[in-house]
């Protein structure tokens, strides 16, 4: 992946035309060159060559995860993290500098490491603005909730200075130029399990011979749906949802196997043992009534919770109405969305506020014209103002926590 030549590094907390330039030249070189979850090595080369040309201490951490430090003098010290991988996506999107691969930053993690990086040059730009120490998280694999814990279990806050915040955001389909927050539950914890039914193969006009696992399989699936309407308790939030079921080669042989994923949305601890326990019953119940073998059950993926400290997030509310404008600035409520983000404030027991700026063009969203979200072949952040307004909440989020050059 080419690097984009380096500018000067700005002597102010602002985009000018120089800076700007090279903000959409790094954009393009990161939308045009995406990798899968974890296997993000020229990003990482990219992004640990930036930081070193900016000045920056950087490591690398969690595999192909990078971690930045920018270090000003005695002051708090703020986390800030961009996720950095993309998605098994055919992009479809007709841009000039569009992947030709079949892998694509299909959910707009290429806005996200551009927006850090540039926040980080103009930090670095203007140390007589500020005081105090701001770690720079690129962290892989967010779309396999792996990225964060890796991160973390390769001693991130072992080898970085610990914070006393940790910030993040994400590109989302609404109106480019805004920002929008949820205080408390933002988004929601997630589990995906994969489920091998057994049974025993018989030909279809044979089914004393069988244990049929279609059948079986689909009396589970049935079954699952009653976890919410029928066993959690109305105020509280669930989603079950059975993704994919696969079973058989021909039709007329009862196969001996069938295989579905589940996935499952919760917002508190409670309610996720809840559900999750009663998968697990549901499961192993219908395949003993069936005098079926136990099915395999076999976990995919576990996102943490995402939630936003309510005082820090009132907080930062205000700065976002300062810098962006309050007509810029929405609050949201929770989304049965997942990230692993998390993960990275919850290992050493800090408050972390996540946000969401738009990346769609307001007059199409007002013309009521063809909105694609993420993981759409055609999703495609316009750059502006939507990189602009990522680097000015980064700053905004980054300076509300960080000391002042005369304090």
């Known amino acids: 992946?080419?690097?984009?030549?380096?500018?000067?590094?700005?002597?102010?907390?602002?985009?000018?035309?120089?800076?700007?330039?090279?903000?959409?030249?790094?954009y393009r070189t990161l939308h045009a060159n995406p990798e899968l979850s974890m296997q993000e090595h020229k990003t990482a080369d990219l992004i640990a060559?930036?930081?070193?040309?900016?000045?920056?201490e950087n490591f690398r951490c969690g595999g192909t995860g990078v971690v930045g430090i920018l270090s000003n003098g005695d002051g708090p010290v703020v986390a800030f993290r961009a996720d950095t991988d993309g998605l098994p996506i055919r992009e479809e999107t007709g841009l000039p500098y569009a992947s030709t691969a079949t892998v694509m930053h299909g959910r707009g993690h290429d806005t996200?490491?551009?927006?850090?990086?540039?926040?980080?040059?103009l930090l670095a730009g203007a140390k007589d603005a500020w005081a105090g120490t701001v770690v720079f998280i690129f962290q892989p694999g967010e779309e396999t909730a792996a990225g964060a814990r890796a991160m973390v279990e390769d001693g991130l806050w072992e080898?970085?200075?610990?914070?006393?915040?940790?910030f993040g955001q994400h590109v989302m389909p609404g109106a480019s130029g805004t920002v929008s927050v949820c205080s408390g539950h933002a988004m929601a914890m997630a589990d995906?399990?994969?489920?091998?039914?057994?049974?025993?193969?018989?030909?279809?006009?044979?089914?004393?011979?069988?244990?049929?696992?279609?059948?079986?399989?689909a009396h589970m699936v049935v079954r699952l749906q009653t976890l919410v309407s029928r066993e959690t308790h109305p105020l509280d939030s669930a989603?079950?949802?059975?993704?994919t079921f696969h079973a058989g080669l021909k039709e007329n042989i009862i196969p001996a196997s069938a295989e579905f994923t589940v996935n499952v949305r919760t917002f508190t601890p409670d309610v996720r043992e809840k559900v999750l326990a009663?998968?697990?019953?549901?499961?192993?119940?219908?395949?003993?009534?069936?005098?079926?073998?136990?099915?395999?059950?076999?976990?995919?993926?576990?996102?943490?919770?995402?939630?936003?400290?309510?005082?820090?997030?009132?907080?930062?509310?205000?700065?976002?109405r300062e810098a962006l404008g309050s007509d810029s600035v929405t609050e949201l409520p929770p989304t049965m969305g997942s990230e692993d983000f998390g993960t990275l404030a919850d290992a050493i027991a800090v408050p972390s506020v996540y946000w969401r700026f738009g990346g769609c063009p307001a007059e199409q969203l007002a013309d009521g014209g063809p909105v694609f979200g993420n993981h759409s072949p055609r999703f495609a952040p316009a750059i502006e103002p939507t990189l602009s307004t990522g680097v000015r909440a980064a700053l905004a989020a980054i300076l509300s926590k960080v000391g002042t050059a005369e304090d």
């Open 1 to 26: 992946m080419p690097t984009p030549r380096s500018a000067i590094p700005p002597t102010r907390l602002e985009l000018g035309e120089q800076e700007s330039h090279q903000m959409h030249q790094l």
């Open 49 to 56: 060559g930036r930081l070193t040309e900016l000045g920056l």
């Open 112 to 121: 996200h490491i551009t927006a850090a990086l540039t926040a980080a040059a």
């Open 159 to 166: 080898k970085a200075p610990k914070p006393e915040i940790v």
């Open 192 to 217: 995906s399990w994969k489920v091998v039914v057994r049974g025993v193969q018989a030909h279809g006009s044979q089914p004393q011979d069988s244990v049929d696992p279609i059948v079986l399989g």
């Open 239 to 243: 989603v079950v949802t059975v993704g």
């Open 278 to 320: 009663g998968i697990r019953r549901i499961i192993l119940a219908e395949a003993a009534a069936t005098a079926a073998p136990a099915p395999e059950i076999t976990e995919l993926s576990a996102f943490p919770r995402c939630y936003n400290d309510p005082a820090e997030t009132a907080l930062l509310i205000r700065r976002f």
